[in-house]
């Protein structure tokens, strides 16, 4: 069974940190971009970070800069997402997704900011940011 499943949320205070971990189970993430998402309650889901198969980074939220960053360990099948000085307004649902959407220059997957591009999706993990 192809899947991916996220862990590392929780409860945080202001100007926290967390790390998320997406890990895949029944096949290899080393072919795939890996997007971190979120979605508040009441809001559209949106693109955070991604990273694309030949480690390339695409931030799609301006409001993390500096402050999340996304890194890849083929070895370990697994793709994280560490977040620091974490605010209220991260408060949301975290979801990683695959994606095989190639650049046909490089033969590499790419990040696409296109939800629907993304071929898996994690069941999503809850963070909350509040004291």
């Known amino acids: 069974q192809l899947q991916l499943v996220e862990s590392g949320g929780g409860l945080v205070q202001p100007g926290g940190s967390l790390r998320l971990s997406c890990a895949a189970s029944?096949?290899?993430?080393?072919?795939?971009?890996i997007g971190w998402f979120r979605q508040a309650p009441g809001k559209e889901r949106e693109g955070v970070l991604c990273?694309?198969?030949?480690?390339?980074?695409?931030n799609y939220a301006d409001s993390v800069k500096g402050r999340f960053t996304i890194s890849r360990d083929n070895a370990k099948n697994t793709v994280y997402l560490q977040m620091n000085s974490l605010k209220p307004e991260d408060t949301a649902v975290y979801y990683c997704?695959?994606?095989?959407?190639?650049?046909?220059?490089?033969?590499?997957?790419?990040?696409?900011?296109?939800?629907?591009?993304?071929?898996?999706w994690g069941q999503g993990t809850q963070v909350t940011v509040s004291s």
């Open positions: 029944g096949f290899t993430l080393d072919y795939y971009a």
């Open positions: 997704a695959a994606g095989s959407t190639t650049d046909i220059t490089t033969l590499q997957a790419m990040c696409v900011a296109g939800i629907d591009e993304y071929d898996y």
């Open positions: 990273i694309s198969s030949s480690g390339g980074i695409t």
